[in-house]
């Protein structure tokens, strides 16, 4: 069982992607940060950290392939469907990493292992 501050920093890791609201790529960067600066000391949160950042790579991909098909309109809803995707599994992810249970994201792309 994680202890009570891995599990913070994990739920912080998964929580950080909501940060692309406010900054472009920041559903990359801000787990990111987390990961490089809690990879070492902290095993559960390596294991968030990299997939959320995983995740958020996915994520931007999904969405850049939805905005390249709103030139044949189902990109709109494809885009909305991503969008709210997103945001509930995040949300999900941060309640499981703050109860201790590692969250493995449905349709993720692991790039970083």
Do not use: C
């Amino acid at each position: 069982m994680p202890t009570k501050d891995e599990r913070t920093w994990g739920m912080i890791a998964h929580l950080s992607a909501l940060s692309g609201f406010i900054i472009p790529i920041g559903n990359i960067l801000g787990p990111l940060v987390i990961w490089l600066i809690k990879r070492e000391e902290m095993p559960f949160v390596n294991e968030q950290g990299k997939e959320a950042l995983n995740f958020g790579i996915s994520v931007t991909i999904y969405a850049v392939i939805s905005w390249l098909l709103m030139f044949v309109l189902i990109g709109f809803l494809l885009f909305v469907v991503v969008g709210i995707f997103w945001v509930v599994v995040v949300i999900i992810a941060a309640i499981r990493a703050s109860e201790g249970k590692s969250y493995r994201y449905p349709l993720n792309i692991r790039f970083v292992k």
